[in-house]
């Protein structure tokens, strides 16, 4: 059932209430890359939002209406807790649409072609939800061969592990291009057991990327990739 998926879901949700107080660097920096985002458009595609823990409500306040699509039936009651009142006094439309956005992401892009597309801390996800790496690969490259020409943006988890006894250096660096999970698990010197998310092709090879430092709980941590390519 959606309400207990292995990234969403209840059990996701009580996660995010426990450990946010850890997020501060990691949502700071995603609203100042959220500034820095040029797009020009009035309208937002908003695919995989969850309860919107990780975005800020001046972000999506600056749009005249949001098309979020979500399979978690939590999500439109949450996500109005956190942002319902800042939408509410922007005046910001909000509607909802619970389906799986891999599955029916050409009818959306068809349908909302005046909006900008956001994927908020979510591709990283699917590997969770398919049989196999390779899996998470196609799907995750036929959607990105769907969103050409479009204006869009997506941060997302590359890789997580544990924290290192020592500790690392968790500030955000700058990246000018695609790196292999291994060679950007040796750039960030991260050690032991970690966890590759299928996401190294999801943007341009040449696009300028920032790597961000998500530390989810304490003793362990994600390592994000946002850009809008």
């Known amino acids: 059932m959606d309400w207990l998926s292995p990234s969403g879901g209840a059990i996701w949700h009580l996660r995010a209430l426990r450990y946010r107080r850890h997020w501060g660097p990691f949502l700071q920096a995603i609203e100042q890359w959220l500034d820095a985002w040029q797009h020009g458009k009035r309208h937002l595609l908003l695919l995989g939002p969850s309860a919107g823990w990780c975005l800020p409500s001046a972000f999506l306040a600056r749009f005249e209406s949001i098309h979020a699509v979500d399979l978690d039936p939590w999500v439109p009651f949450l996500f ?36 900008a597309v956001l994927f908020p801390n979510v591709l990283g996800q699917h590997a969770l939800h398919v049989s196999d790496s ?10 990105v061969m769907r969103l050409r020409g479009r204006t869009w943006a997506s941060f997302h988890e590359r890789l997580s592990g544990r924290l290192a006894d020592a500790q690392p250096d968790l ?13 950007l698990a040796q750039r960030i010197a991260m050690t032991g057991v970690w966890s590759d998310h299928s996401t190294t092709d999801v943007f341009p090879a040449e696009c300028p990327r920032l790597l961000l430092a998500w530390v989810f709980r304490p003793g362990h941590v994600h390592w994000i990739e946002a850009a809008h390519p």
């Open 171 to 183: 500030q955000t660096r700058e990246l000018p291009g695609r790196l292999s999970a291994e060679a």
């Open 80 to 115: 109005a807790l956190r942002h319902g009142k800042a939408l509410r006094r922007a005046g910001t439309r909000i509607t909802w649409q619970r389906a799986d956005f891999f599955l029916h992401a050409k009818d959306l892009l068809n349908q909302y072609r005046e909006h």
């Open 134 to 143: 390779s899996v998470a690969e196609r799907d995750l490259a036929k959607l």
